[in-house]
């Protein structure tokens, strides 16, 4: 190991059986054996990298890419599958803070607890208790069990505790907000110091400006490889730039995505009997009684009302909306539209309902509704056949179509 290293990272690989479906007993590792089926997932692939000692060093890249995995493997809470890890110094990192800490135990209790894993003596820790206490802000919590503490409480004392252990190395996961702004103002002045006396630090974050403010080098960790490695205003240029045309991607096929599913709802709805442009479309169709309960049997003479829920995909204006009744030989009974109603241009800018009260004058026979939008130039918007189907029945033994009322004169 060169003597002006800290930290000496050669060709490691490192990856993770990922079950798809792992049971947890016995008899269901006998009985559903299948579930047992697992991946490996490279998480690093042979990457090397070196820090020399009293450098700060960041290491950036998306969810994912194996930038906590690599400080994991440098504090040996995992180890690689292959490769060397060489590291000069007592260590101290900050990945999970508070790993150590008993919720029974006060707040000075886990004071010395945490600090003899990070191989401090009791002498030591002695001597850095008031330090310890003074920079977490405790005060007068300190003598409280744990569990008491709020979660910015728990916090700032594992920080307090993790970097007043003099390390020659300290490793920093996403902790960098710990507590309130003035506090974690108080933590990156605190980083400053140490790095000011020489520990060597290195910080997997996405707070680009802390790494550029603190760190001599960026490394970017792309896909469990290294991607560059330099000045980190430079890196965090082609990173947040790859980062982009990523995101640019995604849309793309996120919006591919899309037309295809509407493609598929296109074919879907013709076989339900519908085209149109779908400016506008019906999202629910419905026959319900005065009171608003769906029925699909109704009386000659009786009140049906015809609700038309709808969603517009885009704004459109100057259509009018078209309902037709067929009895079931296809024979058309009635056709009515906005126009020869005299409702006028319809003009659709968001979702809405539209509701239309029948006077059934039909006979006993099933019948459907069609329902058309068409724009001014007949344009199909949306044609929905066969939309709603109700039965109309009686026993009075008319014929014909409709009941046309009529009186008995001179009888």
Not at 62 to 67: A, D, F, L, Q, S
Request: aromatic share 8%; glycine share 8%.
């Amino acid at each position: 190991m060169d003597k002006d290293n800290a930290i000496e990272v050669r060709n490691i690989s490192k990856s993770f059986k990922v079950y798809y479906d792992k049971g947890n007993e016995l008899k269901e590792k006998m009985l559903f054996w299948k579930r047992n089926r697992y991946e490996n997932r490279m998480v690093l692939d042979n990457i090397s990298f070196s820090v020399k000692k009293g450098e700060a060093v960041g290491l950036v890249g998306k969810n994912g890419c194996g930038k906590s995995t690599t400080l994991k493997l440098l504090t040996k809470i995992i180890y690689p599958d292959k490769g060397s890890i060489e590291m000069s110094g007592r260590v101290s990192s900050l990945l999970e803070l508070g790993a150590g800490f008993h919720p029974d135990m006060s707040g000075r209790e886990n004071i010395y607890t945490n600090a003899s894993i990070f191989g401090l003596t009791k002498k030591e820790i002695d001597a850095r208790l008031n330090d310890i206490i003074e920079f977490s802000e405790l005060g007068t919590f300190i003598d409280n069990p744990v569990r008491t503490y709020s979660s910015g409480m728990y916090m700032r004392l594992a920080f307090s505790v993790a970097i007043n252990v003099d390390a020659d190395i300290l490793l920093i996961d996403e902790i960098l907000a710990v507590g309130d702004a003035n506090f974690q103002a108080k933590c990156f002045n605190k980083l400053r110091e140490i790095k000011a006396q020489g520990t060597t630090i290195v910080i997997v974050s996405h707070a680009l400006g802390q790494i550029e403010e603190i760190c001599e080098r960026s490394i970017w960790v792309r896909d469990g490889h290294i991607e560059e490695v330099g000045e980190p205003l430079e890196v965090h240029k082609h990173y947040l730039a790859a980062m982009e045309e990523e995101r640019k991607a995604q849309e793309e096929k996120e919006k591919t995505q899309l037309i295809e599913a509407e493609e598929e709802q296109r074919k879907r709805l013709a076989k339900e009997k519908r085209h149109g442009s779908w400016e506008v479309m019906l999202t629910d169709v419905r026959l319900t009684d005065k009171d608003g309960v769906r029925k699909d049997n109704y009386d000659i003479g009786e009140d049906m009302y015809l609700h038309m829920d709808y969603r517009v995909n885009k704004p459109i204006k100057n259509v009018r909306l078209e309902i037709d009744v067929y009895r079931i030989d296809g024979m058309l009974c009635y056709r009515t539209n906005t126009d020869i109603d005299g409702k006028g241009k319809l003009e659709f800018t968001k979702d809405g309902k539209i509701t239309v009260k029948f006077n059934n004058p039909l006979v006993t026979s099933d019948y459907w509704m069609n329902i058309y939008i068409y724009t001014v130039d007949d344009k199909e918007v949306e044609c929905y056949k066969e939309a709603v189907r109700f039965h109309v029945d009686s026993d009075k033994g008319e014929g014909g179509v409709a009941v046309m009322p009529h009186e008995w004169l001179d009888l």
